[in-house]
T-cell receptor, first 116, second 117 residues
Framework: GAVVSQHPSRVICKSGTSVKIECRSLDFQATTMFWYRQFPKKSLMLMATSNEGSKATYEQGVEKDKFLINHASLTLSTLTVTSAHPEDSSFYIC????????????FGPGTRLTVL | AQSVTQLDSHVSVSEGTPVLLRCNYSSSYSPSLFWYVQHPNKGLQLLLKYTSAATLVKGINGFEAEFKKSETSFHLTKPSAHMSDAAEYFCVVSDPESTGGGNKLTFGTGTQLKVEL
């Protein structure tokens, strides 16, 4: 199957700093990528849909100015958590949607963010 | 609106015995349904999916699921559990006709499967 990578896998930062997480589709192009957040022992919650070359679509309750999404190429989407606070600590997972056939989302391994 | 309910947060079975992970869905349309598995420190992996073809869907690693519209269920089964099956399992629904073009996935809360010797 298609491979999606995320970098970094883990990051620890101080409160008030910004953190960038990268999501790459390694062997296919993805015009659409998704960002999810997973709390401990909880389900994945869709945060936003990232579309190449256009603005991301955010789910209700997700602050777009806090979670900046950029999808500048067909293989890369980035999520920047701005002015991070301890409550932003979570597991962030991206997925990339295949095109040109049956659409399927392939998931990255996730990024564990800890804000001190 | 679409939603998924996974009835058991934890399931424990002995190796070699059957596995049953339960899932009920709610959807305004004819949904697509999926089961994903999440191993520690690994990405979510698709086990199987139902997209309005055969109601009994066979997936990888010996798993299968049956779509029952009358019961709004999509339970995951495996005849004989293996130690390597221990993981978190998510039932997922998407509505092809909903906003987002059917690509928006709604996840259940997950079921942790434990396999004992």
């Amino acid at each position: 199957g298609a491979v999606v990578s995320q970098h970094p896998s883990r990051v620890i930062c101080k409160s008030g700093t910004s953190v960038k997480i990268e999501c790459r589709s390694l062997d296919f192009q993805a015009t659409t990528m998704f960002w999810y957040r997973q709390f401990p022992k909880k389900s994945l919650m869709l945060m936003a849909t990232s579309n190449e070359g256009s603005k991301a679509t955010y789910e209700q309750g997700v602050e777009k100015d806090k979670f900046l999404i950029n999808h500048a190429s067909l293989t890369l989407s980035t999520l920047t958590v701005t002015s991070a606070h301890p409550e932003d600590s979570s597991f962030y997972i991206c997925s990339a949607l295949t095109s040109g056939g049956p659409n399927e989302q392939f998931f990255g391994p996730g990024t564990r963010l800890t804000v001190l | 609106a679409q939603s998924v309910t996974q009835l058991d947060s934890h399931v424990s079975v002995s190796e070699g015995t059957p596995v049953l992970l339960r899932c009920n869905y709610s959807s305004s349309y004819s949904p697509s349904l999926f089961w994903y598995v999440q191993h520690p420190n690994k990405g979510l992996q698709l086990l199987l999916k139902y997209t309005s073809a055969a109601t009994l869907v066979k997936g990888i690693n010996g798993f299968e699921a049956e779509f029952k519209k009358s019961e709004t269920s999509f339970h995951l089964t495996k005849p004989s559990a293996h130690m390597s099956d221990a993981a978190e399992y998510f039932c997922v629904v998407s509505d092809p006709e909903s906003t987002g073009g059917g690509n928006k996935l709604t996840f259940g809360t997950g079921t942790q499967l434990k396999v004992e010797l």
